[in-house]
Nanobody
Framework: QVQLVESGGGLVQAGGSLRLSCAAA????????MGWYRQAPGKQRELVAT??????NYRDSVKCRFTISRDNAKNTVSLQKNSLKPEDTAVYYC?????????????WGQGTQVTVSS
């Protein structure tokens, strides 16, 4: 059983910063990929950023504002978000691709709300 616990969401004014964190716990052999997705009301879930090994990938709208990082020893992934805009408002979900006893599996966090006021 693998669980992801997210933290760090909240309400912030435009131009402000927030840091999201996600901790993975359970019988995990290794984690291949870690990432963050978001879903705004009435929209589909979209990729925000991923980190695979040392390679980072961002959607264009968050480049130069968001930074994804991971701590392999602690099985955590973080997303530092600066210069936030109202259009960044969404529920943010952590995702990992982990090797467990049954093979490579994907897991999602419960989601954390981020609201950016103008």
């Amino acid at each position: 059983q693998v669980q992801l616990v997210e933290s760090g969401g909240g309400l912030v004014q435009a131009g402000g910063s927030l840091r999201l964190s996600c901790a993975a716990a359970g019988n995990i052999f290794s984690i291949n990929a870690m990432g963050w997705y978001r879903q705004a009301p009435g929209k589909q879930r979209e990729l925000v950023a991923t980190i695979i090994g040392g390679k980072r990938n961002y959607r264009d709208s968050v480049k130069c504002r968001f930074t994804i990082s991971r701590d392999n020893a602690k099985n955590t992934v973080s997303l530092q978000k600066n210069s936030l805009k109202p259009e960044d408002t969404a529920v943010y979900y952590c995702n990992i691709q982990a090797m467990v006893s049954s093979g490579l599996r994907g897991y999602w966090g419960q989601g954390t709300q981020v609201t950016v006021s103008s």
